[in-house]
């Protein structure tokens, strides 16, 4: 158990739809990433923030957004949802001056 | 740009066989940061290793050693002999260095490789 925890675990939705995954990171990191995992792209970094405030944006879709709360759990809202974006979602989390990045177990997204 | 090369797709090998994981990387930092992640089937990933570009000393864990070689641009990663449970599939990952010092975190992955091993 890395200790970040992502919800809901599994996602199936209709083209044109919106959501929002949701991540709990390990107690005491203030760094948040997410990333994507889709057969055709791989693993890819999307965004990551520091403390409630973006840090570094990768390949993130301008349909997409995040935001990272006081508390410092994350959310990612995906909307406009095609079928493209079906894959896997994974939400990580680290301390100010990385060594390693604690990866959640995911979220599972299928747009029908 | 940066960018990680997994080349083998997919290995299958018996068990107790070593099996060596190949990684090539390019970046024209000159400070970066070198990873290997595992995802077994139940889809977690989990950290193996990290080695910054200053250190080119060979890592040894229990079954696992890392190989990595500036000169060749590798950091390759070697199971000796093998069990099922290592089946799951690797992945290769470059960062640059951070502000502070450490990985700046956003990791470049390879595209993996899936390590099949049979009993």
């Known amino acids: 158990d890395s200790g970040v925890t992502q919800t809901p675990k599994h996602l199936i939705t209709a083209t044109g739809q919106r959501v929002t995954l949701r991540c709990s990171p390990r107690?005491?990191?203030?760094?948040v990433y997410w990333y994507q995992q889709s057969l055709d792209q791989g693993l890819q970094f999307l965004i990551q923030?520091?403390?409630?405030?973006?840090?570094a944006k990768g390949n993130i879709l301008e349909r997409f957004s995040a935001q990272q709360f006081p508390d410092l759990h994350s959310e990612l809202n995906l909307s406009s949802l095609e079928l493209g974006d079906s894959a896997l979602y994974f939400c990580?989390?680290?301390?100010?001056?990385?060594?390693?990045?604690?990866f959640g177990e995911g979220s599972r997204l299928t747009v029908l | 740009a940066q960018k990680v090369t997994q080349a083998q797709t997919e290995i299958s090998v018996v068990e107790k066989e070593d099996v060596t994981l190949d990684c090539v990387y390019e970046?024209?930092?000159?400070?970066?940061?070198l990873f290997w992640y595992k995802q077994p089937p139940s889809g977690e990933l989990v950290f193996l290793i990290r080695?910054?570009?200053?250190?080119?000393q060979n890592e040894i864990s229990g079954r696992y050693s890392w190989n990595f070689q500036k000169s060749t641009s590798s950091f390759n990663f070697t199971i000796t002999a093998s069990q099922v449970v290592d089946s799951a599939v690797y992945f290769c990952?470059?960062?640059?260095?951070?502000?502070?010092?450490?990985?700046?975190?956003?990791?470049?992955f390879g595209k993996g490789t899936k390590l099949s091993v049979k009993p």
């Open positions: 970046t024209r930092d000159t400070t970066y940061y």
């Open positions: 080695r910054n570009s200053f250190d080119e």
């Open positions: 923030y520091y403390n409630g405030e973006e840090r």
């Open positions: 990580a989390s680290s301390v100010e001056v990385p060594g390693e990045l604690f």
């Open positions: 990952a470059l960062s640059e260095a951070g502000a502070y010092g450490g990985s700046q975190g956003n990791l470049i």
């Open positions: 107690s005491g990191d203030l760094s």
